[in-house]
């Protein structure tokens, strides 16, 4: 069982309320016990590989518009899914994969 983190913009438009409740129902299905207190951000513990979780929410956001980055705190290990214009990210966290 490992722990993650996810930090989300989703584009706010007709169908965001769906993508935010297929995101976190998502997460949930995946999680054994989970924080979500804070609105863009999630903590929790799954047995699953974190690219298996990246797949899993790439296949609920709209890649081309939401951005979710996802990572290991315990780890070196974290990736970035969707749409993104700033390429700053891969100094700040060099380890990080696009998905």
């Known amino acids: 069982m490992a722990t993650y983190w996810l930090s989300f913009r989703l584009t706010d438009d007709r169908t965001y309320s769906e993508r935010y409740k297929n995101l976190t129902d ?3 299905n995946l999680s054994t016990k989970w924080w979500v207190e804070a609105s863009s951000f999630i903590v929790f513990a799954s047995a699953s590989s974190i690219d298996q979780i990246a797949s899993a929410i ?19 290990s974290a990736r970035l899914i969707g749409h993104h214009e700033d390429e700053d990210i891969f100094e700040l966290i060099p380890f990080i994969k696009k998905v």
């Open 26 to 28: 998502t997460v949930q």
């Open 58 to 76: 790439s296949d609920v956001i709209y890649i081309d518009t939401d951005v979710v980055i996802l990572g290991m705190p315990e780890f070196k």
